[in-house]
T-cell receptor, first 111, second 114 residues
Framework: SQQGEEDPQALSIQEGENATMNCSYK?????LQWYRQNSGRGLVHLIL?????REKHSGRLRVTLDTSKKSSSLLITASRAADTASYFC???????????FGTGTRLTIIP | DTAVSQTPKYLVTQMGNDKSIKCEQN?????MYWYKQDSKKFLKIMFS???????INETVPNRFSPKSPDKAHLNLHINSLELGDSAVYFC?????????????FGPGTRLTVL
């Protein structure tokens, strides 16, 4: 079964607003990663958060991890048109070599 | 210079044909992957090689055969193509194996089987 599931499936906001996407997963993890995919392109790594971390920042990105709820959130502050993309969370399976990707959140920033 | 490159970008072919997709990375990474992304954007790992050795082999039909001639290349050969093989195939690489490594993705190959 799918490990990560993003919520919402699609999100449209005005430029300048903040965007929040959530990811829920089913099994214990060592780490969780977030990736961005622009239309017709490959995925680009955004941030990795380890299971013993609760929050991590990178530029306008803020990621939180709640292992007790098996969930993570990605916050993009002061959104820009260039942030329009699909965002995926990816989890391991507690030591498994592979990453399991969620179904993604399609984010549209309206200029 | 492109870090992870794939050829071709688009591949349209008839059912029953055999085709190959090539992948090269110039990052000096040890580990390479093949993923399949379906029409609903669901991305699933197919194979992973570390230093030319197969380390992940998901439940993939044996019509799919990866080949790694060296650690910078991981090619995917598909025999007897079926309609359900239509998808976007992504190659990726990471410095080392293991899920705590950032993966670098190629631009994808859109395969359409008619």
């Amino acid at each position: 079964s799918q490990q990560g599931e993003e919520d919402p499936q699609a999100l449209s906001i005005q430029e300048g607003e903040n965007a929040t996407m959530n990811c829920s997963y089913k099994t214990s993890i060592n780490n969780l990663q977030w990736y961005r995919q622009n239309s017709g392109r490959g995925l680009v790594h955004l941030i990795l958060i380890r299971s013993n971390e609760r929050e991590k920042h990178s530029g306008r990105l803020r990621v939180t991890l709640d292992t007790s709820k098996k969930s993570s959130s990605l916050l993009i502050t002061a959104s820009r048109a260039a942030d329009t993309a699909s965002y995926f969370c990816a989890t391991d399976n507690f030591g498994n070599e592979k990453l399991t990707f969620g179904t993604g959140t399609r984010l549209t920033i309206i200029p | 210079d492109t870090a992870v490159s794939q050829t071709p970008k688009y591949l349209v072919t008839q059912m029953g044909n055999d085709k190959s997709i090539k992948c090269e990375q110039n990052l000096g990474h040890d580990t390479m992957y093949w993923y399949k992304q379906d029409s609903k954007k669901f991305l699933k790992i197919m194979f992973s090689y570390n230093n030319k050795e197969l380390i992940i082999n998901e439940t993939v039909p044996n019509r799919f055969s990866p080949k790694s001639p060296d650690k910078a290349h991981l090619n995917l050969h598909i025999n007897s193509l079926e309609l359900g093989d239509s998808a976007v195939y992504f190659c990726a690489s990471s410095r080392f194996s293991g899920s705590n490594n950032e993966q670098f993705f190629g631009p994808g190959t859109r395969l359409t089987v008619l």
